[in-house]
Each structure stands twice: as C-alpha cells, then as structure tokens.
C-alpha cells in the first residue's frame, strides 16, 4: 500500500496524499495512510462521514473526480476545511474503488501555482492509481487483514533524496558558515535536523538543545500562532514563507522559508530597524499554538451546522476524539435532579445505563462539574480517586478530563474524555480543552432549544390532523403523512375525511405555504373550514369559494392549496374542485389509470372573487382515488408531468385491493423528503352494508 501510494504521488507530482479507508457500515471514511504532510496537520480529518461536505465524502457517496483548484474555490465550496487550512493549494478526491464496489477515497494535494485543470497525464495517473489502490483495498479484505488502525494513519516517509559524499557534506557545511545569517533545516513534521552555529547564536540557544525539537517548543518566545501558521502555510502551499518575531527582551529576528517535498530550509537573521513596521508575529500569553486555533476553528464550523442535541453528540465524538487523542467521550446533562446521558462514544451501553437517571451526586465527576461549573483533570485513577472516593476503576480507562459545558455563562452539562494511555494535562492543554468545551456548550444549548421547539411545533401539527378516519360503509380509506426531512421545520399539509349521510362524503387534501408554526396553524384553520361549509351540504366549488373568502379576510400572508371531492356513493359518482392543488389520479377498475383534469382554480387566500368550477366523474366500485400533495412528486431538476406520470405507473401497477400495501409503495418511491407528504387513497366497495 505504501508503494502504491508513493506511485501516485510520483505520478502526479502532487505534494500530499490521504488514503481513506470506507467502514463496513459505509457510513465513515478512516485515513488510513498519510503522504507529504505529518499527522499533526490532517488530525481534524482521519475521519470523515460519508455525508459530510468534504470533498473526499463526495466522490465516494457520489462516485466522481472532485477537483478543487484554488483556496478561493475551497472557501466557495468546502468552507468547513477552508476554514481549517487556509492556504493556497489545489485539490483532487477520488473514489478508492474494486471490481466489488468503492472501498476508500483518495485526496491528492497540489501546491500553489498548480493550473486551473489536471492534465490528461495527471488524470490518467489518478486513474489508474486509485483502481490500483481498491484492488490492494480488496485483496486485503480477503486475507482479513485491518488496512487502518482508526485514529493512527501511517505516515510515509518522504521519497530519499541524494547522498552527499563526505567532501560535499563538508563542502555544503562551510558553505553555510560562509554566509550572512543563520540556517536551519525542518523534516516535515517542523523537527528541527540541521542547525548551523550562527542559527543558534541568533536563537539563543545550543545546537543539541535545537536538534529534534519543534521550534515553538525549544524557544518558548516563538510559540506563537503566527510562526506554526507559516510553516503550515509552506508546508501546504509550498511557497517561500517570511515573518519576524521578537526575541525576549529587545532582538527582532526574520524568519525565511523555502519549503520542497522533504521539509523548509529556513534563513534566520536580525531584522533591520526599517523592517519593524512590517507584520510581525506578537508574543501570546498563554497558549497560542496555532494547532489550538485550528481544532477551534473546525470545531466551530462544524456545530454551526448542527440542529438537534444529536447532530452536537455526533459532531463533538467526531471532532473532538480524533483531534486530542481520547478514546472514549460521555456528553451529561441535569434533568429534575438526575444526570441525564446526552450522548457517547467509546463506551458500553450497559456501563453508562447505570449512570443515567442516577440523582445528582458530588460523588460522580459528571454531576459535581455540572454543580461548580470547574473542570477537572486526572492523569491517573489515583488522582481521580483522590477527589471522588466513592468512583471504581471500571472504564479501563487511564486518564481523563471533565469539562463544564458552560451558556450564557452557567453550566448547562459536563463532558468527559477518556483516554486509554497515562496522559498529563499541561496548562495550555487544560485551556484548550475548556475553550473547546465552551463551543460544545453553546451548541448544545441551541440544539436543546431547537428540538424544544421542533417537537412542540410537531406536537401542534400532530393535533390538527385527524387521529383517525371516520368509517363509511362502502368506502375503503387509506391515508398516509410524512413530514419534511429533519431541520425543514414543520408543514401545513393536511387531509380530511367527512361523512356527511349514510350515502355522501367528503375528502380534502391541500398545503400551506411554508415551514413553520404558523403554517401549521392555518393549517388548522383551513381544515376547519372546510369541514364547517362541507357538513352543511354546500358543492365544492362553494366549499372552497367559502374558504377563500376566508382566508383571505384573515390576510395570513400565506397562501393554499387544496383539492375538495364530494363523494355520491349511492350514485357511484365524484365531484372535485381544485384551488391550486396537483390534480389527482383515477385508477379504473380495469386497472387504467388517468389524471383528472379538474378545472384549475386560484390557489386559497388571494382573490376573495375567485371561483373554483368543479368536474364530474364516475366513481364505481373498485376503482381507487388518489389524493396527495406536492411532496410525492416534486423533486430539484425533475419534470413534474414526468414526475406525476411515474406516480401513475407505480398506482397502475399496484393491486387496488390492498390499499394499505399501495400507499406504501407509493411513498416509498417519493423523492427526498424535502416537504411534507400527505396521501389519501380511496376506493368505493360493492357493499354498502
């Protein structure tokens, strides 16, 4: 796989590459092997839903090249990583795909400079090393062998380059100390391997202090954000980098770097007095590693898109576990006095059932963080032990950390992190995990607020429709609601039944404009309307003329749909009048099928003088009536006659005596749920009694 992979990157002449493997579920893609870039850098991303929006999740749910070209590009539409690395560099994903099926995804990384297109070479090389790649994929698979540890990618190393003899080694040395400044070499992964004595001398420090050592960790005065963001910045976009930085107490030094494919030579020397005007990188308090603003950054774009406590659960063990290196989380909230479980990850159902419900207890660590609202760090049991007594050693776990979920300044839930290995919790760290805790907090106090009010808005549109149907002698009613996919609000879709004699009935379906409580609550309105003219005996078209007038006295803002059939069943004859609404479908009792083509009329709510002149047809015994409203056929790109007329075939094909088993498949074959869906099928019978 190594090869493979290192194939491609030669290829292409790409800079990086991230191999992902798809989970069995297929729902998460794992990096599993990592090329040009260290660990630290793609951390946000060794895993990644299918369903997100990155674009190594959208060649493999969709199967295509994606090819991103520019950072302008990747803002427009990946922001979520353009947040993360926002640097110039192009970009192309791939699925990881065998004879059997997709298996991973592939991203490829150019740096700046790269052209708006790939070229056929890069894209033949691309080709044909991803088919190359989803063979190995599934040989392994058929030895049984794990392609990637989850959480720990490999990281290969950089192509070798040339070794120098032992006269130009010395050659290269001199040459060094010859000229002004000093020089330093980094590997890839910002180590320091090579520092010439001037280098160390302008630094302050010795060259075997140096040697090994990320520079913002050797020199605490360059542990500031913008020195890590510009070897990010080379390192990604492989341009030449430059800042300066003040070294304690008055010594201002320039940074120079010149990245390639196996690291960034860097050019020290003291800034001139002309130069201090320039954008300089200020000394932080605190920690100010730029890797703290990254995993911030991302965590934030990411529960920006979350609309329930679920979605905060789902994107927090996402995130936050892959990104600091725990293995197991628990999301708690209080509720009437007992600690409620949110959400996990990492842990065993069972174990955590014996704490949810549990009464609030300074002796669980969850609990006594939701009451002080401080966090807490434990590198072992013992110190945990030490300050919860009562706790057992049941996890398995080695260390852990729990954090107040804090809104509006008060703490609305705690979170634990675990971790399988010792782990110190030094103050820099302490502060990032409290300030991702803070984002968490706030997400989950609005996802809180959302689903409040997503199933308060869900409980009121569940009490305007009809519990149940009336039963009519001699009329086979079968209905169906689907509201609109999570995060749409609710709809004004509705149906009726009304049995107005022993021999007459009513039907209605129609739709209210818009998502949200107040369409729901015309919703209401307008089936109350209805039901008022239809029970006095009035025709359709009065029916809907009434409710017109109306609503439109109302003046809600919205408007309506609605298709109003009066049913004779003595006679075997229908009566439809239509205000806007789809119009339906007669199934014949020889199994054609046809639409009805009611005389169309002003949707509801506009024009008080609106008439609505209404169509008579045959209702014999056997043939079903189908009712329904834009939901069922509507769909982005797609024609609605072509739309309808499917409908019509599916209606065709289905057996009209199980109305039940029609109605399934009916909805089964809608599109996406983007709105509501209301069906009503009815079907009159040859008895009566």
């Known amino acids: 796989m190594d090869t493979a992979l290192a194939d491609i990157v030669r290829a292409t002449r790409a800079s990086g590459a991230l191999l992902y493997v798809l989970t069995p579920d297929r729902t998460a893609l794992w990096l599993s092997h990592v090329a040009g870039a260290p660990r630290e850098v793609v951390a946000p991303w060794s895993r990644v839903a299918v369903g997100d929006p990155m674009p190594v999740a959208d060649a493999v749910r969709e199967e295509r090249l ?75 698979a058929g030895r049984g062998e794990a392609i990637v540890s989850p959480g720990r990618p490999r990281i290969l190393p950089p192509e070798p380059g040339r070794t120098p003899t032992a006269e130009e080694a010395w050659a290269g040395t001199a040459l060094l100390d010859r000229l002004p400044g000093g020089y330093v070499a980094l590997n890839l992964n910002g180590r320091i391997t090579l520092v010439t004595p001037a280098a160390a001398d302008l630094v302050g420090a010795s060259p075997d202090r140096l040697l090994g050592a990320l520079p913002w960790e050797a020199l605490p005065w360059m542990d500031v954000p913008h020195v890590e963001d510009r070897y990010r910045a080379a390192l990604i976009s492989r341009t030449p980098q430059t800042f300066r930085v003040l070294r304690p107490p008055d010594t201002w030094l320039s940074f120079e770097l010149y990245p390639d494919a196996s690291g960034i030579s860097v050019r020290i020397d003291r800034a001139g007095d002309g130069q201090k005007a320039d954008p300089v990188a200020q000394t932080a308090h605190g920690p100010g590693r730029a890797t703290v603003l990254y995993h911030l950054m991302h965590l934030a774009t990411t529960l920006t898109e979350a609309v329930g406590v679920q979605d905060v659960v789902d994107q927090t ?116 995990l409290t300030s ?43 209905a169906r609601y689907l509201p609109a996919a999570r995060g749409l609000g609710i709809g004004g879709d509705f149906y009726d039944l009304i049995r107005l004699d022993e021999n007459t009935a009513a039907a209605a379906i129609g739709d209210v404009q818009g998502h949200n409580v107040d369409a729901a609550a015309l919703m209401g309105q307008v089936r109350t309307a209805v039901h008022a003219h239809a029970t006095v005996g009035a025709p359709p078209d009065h029916v809907l003329g009434g409710t017109n007038r109306l609503l439109t006295d109302l003046d809600p803002g919205l408007f309506t749909s609605c298709l109003y059939a009066h049913l004779d069943l003595g006679n075997g004859r229908a009566c439809l009048a239509t205000a806007g609404h789809p119009p339906p479908l007669m199934r014949h009792c020889d199994g054609r099928t046809e ?42 790109g797609v024609d609605p006659d072509d739309a309808t007329a499917a409908l019509a075939g599916l209606v065709e094909q289905s057996d009209p005596c199980d109305l039940e088993a029609m109605a399934d498949t009916l909805v089964r074959h809608a599109p996406a749920p983007g709105d509501d869906i209301a069906l009503l099928l009815l079907s009159p019978t040859p008895d009566r009694g």
């Open 66 to 140: 994606v090819w991103v070209n520019s950072q302008v590009e990747m803002a427009r539409r990946y922001p979520r990583p353009a947040v993360v690395l926002p640097y110039d560099f192009a970009l192309a994903a791939v699925p990881v795909a065998s004879d059997s099926g997709v298996r991973g995804g592939l991203v490829l990384l150019w740096p700046s400079g790269h052209p708006p297109q790939l070229s056929r070479a890069e894209h033949d090389a691309v080709r044909a090393g991803s088919r190359r790649l989803g063979h190995l994929f599934e040989q392994a």
């Open 317 to 432: 063990a996402e995130q936050l576990l892959p990104a600091l290196g725990a293995q197991a989380m628990v999301l708690m909230t209080a509720q009437d006095g007992r600690l409620r479980i949110l959400g996990h990850r990492g842990y065993s159902p069972e174990l955590l059932a014996r704490f949810d419900g549990a009464p609030l207890s300074r002796d669980i660590p969850g609990a006594a963080v939701l009451a002080t609202g401080e966090p807490g760090f434990f590198p072992s049991f013992a110190q945990m032990a030490s300050v919860y007594p009562k706790m057992t050693h049941e996890d398995g776990m080695a260390a852990w950390a729990v954090l107040p979920l804090i809104a509006s300044g008060r703490p609305i839930g705690s979170v634990l992190l675990s971790y399988d290995r010792p782990h110190s919790f030094p103050p820099s760290e302490r502060a990032v």
């Open 436 to 478: 991702l805790a803070g984002l968490v907090g706030q997400a989950l106090d609005r996802a809180r607020l959302y689903d409040n009010k997503d199933r308060l808005a869900h409980r009121l549109q569940s009490a305007l429709l009809p519990h149940s149907l009336p039963s009519i002698p001699g009329l086979r009613v079968v």
């Open 595 to 636: 639409l009805l083509a009611v005389p169309p009329g002003l949707l509801l709510g506009i024009d008080p003088t609106a008439r609505y002149p209404s169509l008579e047809c045959s209702l014999p015994p056997g043939c079903v009536l189908v009712l329904y409203t834009d939901g069922l056929v509507e769909a982005p």
